[in-house]
């Protein structure tokens, strides 16, 4: 790894290790960002590292209360002067409370759990000067309500949620991994 990515951000650096494995081996991946949300230095490593080639790895995460995105620009219209480069600014969760959208729903296998929720996905432009189309997920199911992200504009939005929502059983992996391998360490030490 070059001096300048190891100067990056923690999920910069991830997002390069793991377009690095899948290039190695010639398999598509995807990286499940928990707790560091939608960020631009996320965004702008993918698409220098996806470049004008076929994408070998994808990101889905979340996406702060917050943020705003943008819809395709209209069309132009012929007229002189430089043509829009978004249409209008949406606030994502607001779109919870917007009656003119229909939420499908599905029953999903969610943390271990069947789950029944209801979802919406659309394709937005987000990033104010960055203007990265991306697939936005809207997810309700009980008290919970979240927007989740992906760079992947072909997946499906019941998928997007289930790879989330395994996020967590590739933590319990990690930690158990962590405990395993300091118990043998304190083993060899006696």
């Known amino acids: 790894m070059n001096d300048e990515v190891r100067q990056q951000s923690h999920v910069v650096q991830v997002i390069h290790q793991v377009y690095h494995v899948a290039s190695i081996v010639k398999k598509k991946g995807k990286v499940l ?33 917050s943020y705003v995105a943008y819809t395709d620009p209209p069309p132009r219209t012929g007229k002189p002067g430089r043509p829009r480069i978004h249409g209008e ?13 229909t939420f499908q729903t599905a029953t999903l296998l969610l943390y271990g759990v069947k789950e029944e929720v209801s979802y919406y996905g659309v394709d937005l432009l987000w ?5 990265q189309k991306l697939r936005f997920v809207w997810v309700s199911y009980g008290n919970i309500k979240s927007v989740l992200t992906s760079t992947d504009l072909e997946a499906d939005p019941t ?12 933590e319990c992996m990690f930690r158990a991994m962590k405990q395993t391998m300091a118990g043998f360490f304190l083993s060899f030490l006696d």
């Open 33 to 65: 960002l928990d707790r560091y949300f939608l960020s631009e230095p996320a965004i702008k490593a993918w698409k220098e590292l996806s470049g004008e080639h076929e994408t070998l790895l994808h990101i889905v995460t979340k996406v702060r209360r």
């Open 89 to 101: 600014r949406v606030k994502l969760f607001e779109l919870f409370g917007d009656q003119s959208i």
């Open 127 to 131: 990033k104010e000067g960055l203007y």
């Open 159 to 170: 998928t997007i949620i289930e790879l989330y929502a395994k996020r967590t059983n590739i």
